[in-house]
């Protein structure tokens, strides 16, 4: 069964400190994985994907994530994170069918960025 | 383009009423989906269509849930007789057709007392 598991509920880091949010995925095809972000009251926007090639993929915002198929692992990494950040992300898997693309969401993290 | 537009953004109600949500997709994008998250379940997955034809609607809780794409710009999710447990976010996103990003509405805060 597909699932996505996001371990930290809530994540606290000062401005200007790097930052990592875990995500582990269980999909039993060939995954793709994504990171979105959500700002207070707003939809969901997507900060990046993984189908294939290169395992680290670029995101917007100066996110970044790096896709480890042994460790079933999508982690988001920031080197420096600002103020603005402060949001709630989720990590979710799907995989392109035809006709179809399901995505399943993890519960999310959420991250509070302290001055 | 005005992105996914979800009315109304903020909805209350009383336990019983029928509640509709709407929302128009971005224009060209086939795929449409209806998300609800809530603290104890999280963002989940209720009904999506493709070319206004349901294709999965596994995730519908029970039948006081439906939901209609009358044609490519507009669908609602209706819910009758609302309960205090329907409680919750949902998000409207849509997709064209070979991508893979779903672009989401800014979503319906819906209160049932």
């Known amino acids: 069964a597909q699932s996505v598991t996001q371990p930290d509920i809530h994540i606290t880091v000062s401005e200007g400190a790097s930052l990592e949010l875990r995500c582990n995925y269980s999909?039993?095809?060939?995954?793709?994985l994504f990171w979105y972000v959500q700002s207070p009251g707003q939809g969901l926007q997507l900060l990046l994907k993984y189908f294939s090639g290169d395992t680290l993929v670029q995101g917007i915002k100066g996110f970044e994530a790096e896709f480890k198929r042994s460790q079933s692992s999508f982690n988001l990494r920031k080197p420096s994170v600002h103020w603005s950040d402060a949001a709630e992300y989720f990590c979710a898997v799907g995989a392109l069918q035809t006709g179809a693309n399901n995505l399943f969401f993890g519960t999310g993290t959420r991250l509070t960025v302290i001055p | 383009d005005a992105g996914v537009i979800q009315s109304p953004r903020h909805e209350v109600t009383e336990m019983g009423q029928e509640v509709t949500l709407r929302c128009k997709p971005i224009?060209?994008?086939?795929?449409l989906f209806w998300y609800r998250q809530t603290m104890m379940r999280g963002l989940e997955l209720l009904i999506y269509?493709?070319?206004?034809?349901?294709?999965?609607d596994s995730g519908m809780p029970e039948d006081r849930f439906s939901a209609k794409m009358p044609n490519a710009s507009f669908s609602t999710l209706k819910i009758q007789p609302s309960e205090p447990r329907d409680s919750a976010v949902y998000f409207c996103?849509?997709?064209?057709?070979?991508?893979?990003?779903?672009?989401f509405g800014p979503g319906t805060r819906l209160t049932v007392l």
């Open positions: 996103a849509s997709m064209a057709s070979g991508e893979s990003e779903q672009f």
């Open positions: 224009s060209g994008h086939d795929y």
């Open positions: 999909y039993g095809a060939t995954p793709y």
């Open positions: 269509f493709n070319n206004n034809v349901p294709i999965d």
